[in-house]
């Protein structure tokens, strides 16, 4: 999982457990260096590899205020 500013920099991430799939997953504003995001809109991409062994990636936007 991964949360991208407008630039389409990686400014948060994180892994994915199988039983996480399907369930939902919060981000707290926070930058993966530990500052706070500033005011946007953020792009969300999830990667993931289906049980017959294809990629899949699905992209959806989040804007902070």
């Known amino acids: 999982l ?3 500013d407008a630039t389409g ?5 994180r892994g994915i457990t199988p039983a996480e ?3 939902t997953i919060t981000w707290d504003g926070v930058t993966t260096n530990g500052a706070r ?3 946007g809109i953020y792009f969300v991409r ?4 289906t049980p017959s062994g294809r ?3 699905v992209q959806g ?3 902070l205020r």
């Not at 920099?9 to 991430?13: C, E, F, I, Q, R």
């Open 55 to 57: 990629m899949e990636a």
């Open 9 to 13: 920099k990686t400014v948060w991430s």
């Open 37 to 39: 995001a500033s005011a």
């Open 21 to 23: 799939a399907g369930g």
């Open 46 to 49: 999830v990667v993931g590899i």
């Open 2 to 4: 991964h949360i991208l």
């Open 61 to 63: 936007g989040v804007t």
